[in-house]
């Protein structure tokens, strides 16, 4: 069994810092997403990385996956509030094709 | 608009009751997904249909029942559920070379 682990689970921070979120697993996924989930609604996908060491860029969001494909971190600068949600990573790997493990899960919230 | 779209959003019901929920997506995706979100706790693989069949149950119990008649459309039927059930349930489409596109949820509450 595949699994995901985030850290932190929660985590509240005023506007304008910077944050970091973490995901790590012991195994290998051929490709990782992370989602942004707001009460009331359904998860809503921000990236998705597939490649060692690749970095992408979403505005103010930062996305890195592991060189080893292991693990993915999220950087959120100088956050404001609209940014507060759960952050949900997910990995889909060789022996869960179509079938993504989720992590469970990081609630961010940024007071104005 | 996602483009999948879950009803009802709420649903209140008890122990003894027959309910369904329906999910619809407009993606053209062939694979549709149910998922349980409880409180502290991963998105939870309930069944996945790929192309009607379905492909994967992930050890539900028989209280919970899907139907998948076509490619865009799934329902999940409830029957004689437990306090425990209670949840968010979510359902999902994506084709081969898309992730999950989901739908906004049913909030289950099982009194």
């Known amino acids: 069994t595949q699994l995901l682990e985030q850290s932190p689970q929660f985590l509240s921070i005023q506007e304008g810092e910077n944050l970091t979120v973490y995901c790590n697993s012991s195994?290998?996924?051929?490709?990782l997403q992370w989602y942004r989930q707001e009460p009331g609604e359904g998860p809503v996908l921000l990236v998705t990385?597939?490649?060692?060491?690749e970095v992408k860029k979403l505005k103010r969001l930062t996305f890195q996956f592991g060189d080893a494909r292991k693990d993915s971190s999220l950087h959120i600068t100088a956050a404001q509030p609209g940014d507060t949600g759960l952050y949900l990573c997910a990995g889909e790997g060789n022996t869960n094709a179509g079938k993504s493990t989720f992590g469970d899960g990081t609630t961010l919230t940024v007071k104005p | 608009e996602t483009g999948v779209t879950q009803t009802p959003r709420h649903l209140v019901m008890g122990m003894t009751n027959k309910k369904s929920l329906k999910c619809e997506q407009h993606?053209?995706?062939?694979?549709m997904y149910w998922y349980k979100q409880s409180a502290k706790k991963p998105l939870e693989l309930m069944f996945v249909y790929n192309f009607k069949e379905q492909t994967e149950n992930n050890s539900v119990p028989s209280r919970f029942s899907p139907e998948c008649p076509n490619s865009s459309h799934l329902f999940l039927h409830l029957h004689t559920l437990q306090p425990e059930d209670s949840a968010l349930y979510l359902c999902a489409s994506r084709s081969p070379v898309s992730p999950l596109h989901f739908g906004n949820g049913t909030r289950l509450t099982v009194t």
């Open positions: 993606l053209g995706h062939n694979a």
């Open positions: 195994s290998v996924f051929s490709s």
């Open positions: 990385v597939v490649t060692g060491g």
